[in-house]
């Protein structure tokens, strides 16, 4: 029986959410192939058929965790009732994400020094497509006459932006790192909700 091109999509819909639970809870590192064809009741040999190595299944999974990530974000946006909000729900939405993913990322912070292109392909369009959703929304507090008119929207959230991906915790040595130790992640957080009202005033 021939194996039609929609079934195959969901085959790959299954591996990727097993593979998902996997890093998700032992990290990348802890995960083998065979503990996921375990899981799926699949043979090495047909989830290799779909993913030619544990990397390119990790690849595609981001891929997808980022996706929904980004979905979150794009189907809220539009409905809120300031510029605050906005910006709040972005940072609260990232924070959530990071926490409930913290496991997952361990391949982050074990190959830090030598991402694959491709993980930097996904963080790139994540940070595109944050930067457009919060300059739509200035813009949208622009045309309300709520804000005094901003030149360059895309160019102030990259620095919003870039300015969170810079707060370390107190005493903390700056470093390059992405993801800090889990137990610094809420005073981050904290910090970063501090810098979202200091930068709306900053904007009226």
């Known amino acids: 029986m021939n194996i039609t091109t929609e079934q195959q999509d969901i085959k790959r819909e299954k591996i990727l959410e097993a593979a998902y639970q996997r890093f998700l809870h032992y990290g990348y590192s802890k995960t083998t192939m065979n503990e996921i064809a375990g899981d799926l009741a699949m043979s090495k040999a047909l989830l ?19 996706n929904d990530y980004l979905k979150q ?11 605050r909000q906005a910006f709040l729900y972005q940072v609260n939405t990232h924070h959530e994400f990071i926490v409930h993913n913290y496991n ?19 963080i790139g369009h994540i940070r595109n497509a944050e930067t457009k959703l919060l300059a739509d929304a200035i813009q949208i507090e622009v045309e309300k ?8 929207p895309l160019q102030v959230v990259e620095v919003f932006l870039d300015s969170l991906h810079g707060i370390k915790v107190s005493g903390a040595i700056p470093h390059k790192k992405d993801f800090p130790p889990k137990e610094h992640l809420e005073e981050i957080h904290d910090k970063r909700l501090l810098l979202i009202d200091i930068f709306i005033k900053g904007l009226r």
């Open 48 to 66: 290799y058929y779909y993913f030619p190595d544990k990397s390119e299944l990790y690849m595609a999974v981001m891929r997808k965790i980022a």
């Open 73 to 83: 974000l794009e189907a809220k946006f539009g409905h809120f009732s300031d510029l």
């Open 104 to 122: 997952f990322f361990d391949y982050f912070r074990l190959n830090e020094q030598n991402l694959p292109e491709t993980i930097w392909e996904t």
């Open 145 to 152: 006459g709520n804000i005094t008119p901003v030149n360059n």
